[in-house]
């Protein structure tokens, strides 16, 4: 079962007014969306962005409710083939669904041995193992540095490339296996940390984002809102300097008179995090962080 993260938080944020237009960017089991939809009236509209085929399956079924089955980084263009040149509020949830944590078959958990596959998207291009055998041993270690922020990026590259040379990477169960000698600190949290870095690479989740957040700032009306739910400091970081300068580096940017303008303001400078209860009822909330901004 999936259980919606800083449902009421998120909610909140996004000060909805029955008769607006929502975007929930990240639909995943739709428990942000159904907590929308019981604000909405008769006459509000939800657009329910999910390039994850299963997810077709757990749309509410509502008039008010317009799926769209493409990746959120494009909401701009797919909402203006809807006809929508503006939304009151734009929500993303940009953790994995349990669905996809649990399935035994995609890849992304550790817990199962599965293809070394990791696309959100079935249809997209790359998977993991291609990364993990087709790669040169620079390029994974600026993956894993810059990914998953491990500090021996450089000695697992450089195991990764002489081991596949016996034979392919082909599941999660060999992957790991065959990586062992190179685990430092914490079991668990070194292979959480190799996994997110093939994940955002499979995915492009990086490029992905600063997209969607630019994007975001196209589709909102002045004074909509812009909620997002980070769960890793890479996200996170984005995130707070886009909306606190509207940049990704944190560089506020100006004209030549010296005068800069910022497409969003922040509604809180901190990051709204789970309650102590939440995390109890749901472990998988502990790292998650809700920023808020307006548009401009």
């Keep these: 079962m999936h259980i919606p993260v800083l449902l009421h938080e998120s909610i909140k944020a996004l000060n ?20 929308i939809l019981t604000q909405l009236s008769n006459s509000g509209q939800l657009f329910a962005f999910d390039q994850d085929e299963h997810a077709k399956d757990r749309v509410v079924k509502d008039d008010r409710v317009v799926f769209i089955s493409e990746n959120f980084r494009h909401i701009h263009r797919f909402l203006r083939l809807e006809g929508v040149s503006q939304v009151d509020g734009v929500l993303a949830d940009l953790g994995m669904s349990s669905f996809q944590l649990d399935s035994q078959d995609r890849g992304f958990s550790t817990r199962y041995d599965a293809p070394l596959d990791m696309r959100m998207n079935i249809s997209g291009s790359k998977t993991a193992a291609e990364i993990l055998n087709q790669y040169t041993e620079k390029q994974l270690h600026i993956m894993f540095q810059n990914y998953g922020e491990l500090r021996n990026a450089r000695s697992l590259a450089k195991e990764i490339v002489q081991v596949r040379k ?4 082909t599941t999660t169960a060999d992957f790991i296996a065959k990586i062992e000698s190179s685990i430092k600190g914490k079991r668990n949290r070194y292979l959480a940390q190799v996994f997110q870095a093939l994940r955002i690479e499979v995915n492009e989740e990086m490029d992905v984002l600063k997209e969607f957040l630019i994007s975001s700032t196209k589709v909102l009306k002045p004074g909509g809102r812009l909620a997002v739910i980070t769960f890793h400091s890479l996200e996170d970081r984005l995130v707070k300097r886009f909306m606190k300068t509207g940049t990704f580096d944190g560089q506020v940017e100006t004209d030549v008179f010296g005068n800069f303008e910022k497409p969003l303001s922040e509604v809180s400078k901190k990051p709204i995090t789970p309650s102590e209860e939440e995390i109890k009822q749901n472990k998988r909330s502990r790292s998650a962080k809700l920023r808020v901004a307006e548009k401009n």
């Design 16 to 35: 909805i007014n029955g008769s607006g237009r929502y975007v929930d960017a990240t639909y995943g089991g739709g428990g942000h969306s159904k907590e």
């Design 166 to 169: 016996s034979a392919p990477f």
